[in-house]
């Protein structure tokens, strides 16, 4: 497993750009599929994008597509989510998960605080 720490998140205005961060512990980070999902207050959670381990494919959920961007560093260990004209729906604790290949996640960051205000 790895452990995982996001950083970014804050409070900005609807319209602004955020980009969150998520590094990752251990020599194996390039083995592993990383995702992010975020949690509104009140709602399940939502799986928001998906990178390879590669950084060859990605998903994003319809709902952020042509606004976020999903990368990665492996040199860095860490992945990122670009996050532009936000919404105030987008208001979410974000939290950045590791797959190991195509497996199913199985470690998870303790998430960062994104508010967006109208």
């Known amino acids: 497993q790895v452990q995982l720490v996001e950083s970014g998140g804050g409070l900005v205005q609807a319209g602004d750009s955020l980009r969150l961060s998520c590094a990752a512990s251990?020599?194996?980070?390039?083995?592993?599929?990383m995702g992010w999902f975020r949690q509104a207050p009140g709602k399940e959670r939502e799986y928001v994008a998906r990178?390879?381990?590669?950084?060859?494919?990605?998903y994003y959920t319809d709902s952020v597509k042509g606004r976020f961007t999903i990368s990665r560093d492996n040199a860095r260990n860490t992945v990122y989510l670009q996050m532009n004209s936000l919404k105030p729906e987008d208001t979410a604790v974000y939290s950045c998960?590791?797959?190991?290949?195509?497996?199913?996640?199985?470690?998870w960051g303790q998430g960062t605080q994104v508010t967006v205000s109208s």
């Open positions: 990178i390879s381990w590669l950084g060859l494919t990605t």
């Open positions: 251990g020599r194996t980070f390039s083995s592993y599929t």
């Open positions: 998960a590791a797959a190991l290949r195509n497996g199913a996640f199985s470690s």
